[in-house]
């Protein structure tokens, strides 16, 4: 190999890579408690729980799940439970240290919140119930309010 080809191919391998490698349903959940929820009028509570996780697998290979729960209740009483894991696989390499929670806690869930609202939507509708659509998040205000919360909860010994 030329001088000139060591040195290309060095700068390249240098180069920050960010790619999405494969994303995939990491679990899936949707349990109906009472068919007497079919008889009610329905005018349904909804409580969304929104989470992120993220494991390094390893040396440049993140799992980024976003998980999401949906609880319907009508009249007090659970109509549906619906769960989603959405999974994906990065490669994260040559990327300022710094920059990788953010990646990781903004960008990514950013990627896998479409497929994420795909399999509600799904899941939910062949439950043979209304249509659900999961309104769109600012995963980087979120990432910042907890950034900022985790630093308060620092300088006032708060853990």
Not at 38 to 62: G, M, R, V, Y
Not at 90 to 111: R, S, T
């Amino acid at each position: 190999m030329s001088e000139e080809q060591q040195v290309n191919q060095a700068a390249t391998e240098a180069q920050p890579q960010l790619a999405l490698e494969r994303i995939y349903l990491k679990d899936l959940s949707f349990e109906v408690p009472s068919a007497k929820v079919f008889t009610a009028e329905w005018q349904p509570e909804l409580n969304i729980n929104l989470s992120t996780a993220a494991e390094q697998l390893d040396e440049k290979h993140f799992e980024v799940v976003l998980s999401v729960t949906v609880t319907a209740n009508n009249g007090g009483t659970a109509a549906y439970i619906a769960e989603v894991k959405q999974a994906g696989i990065f490669l994260i390499d040559n990327i300022p240290q710094e920059q990788v929670p953010q990646i990781l806690g903004a960008y990514c869930p950013n990627l896998l919140l479409p497929f994420v609202r795909e399999a509600l939507t799904d899941i939910i509708t062949k439950g043979s119930f209304p249509q659900f659509l999961l309104a769109p998040i600012n995963f980087d205000a979120v990432f910042a309010e907890n950034v900022a919360r985790l630093q308060q909860e620092a300088a006032t010994g708060h853990a």
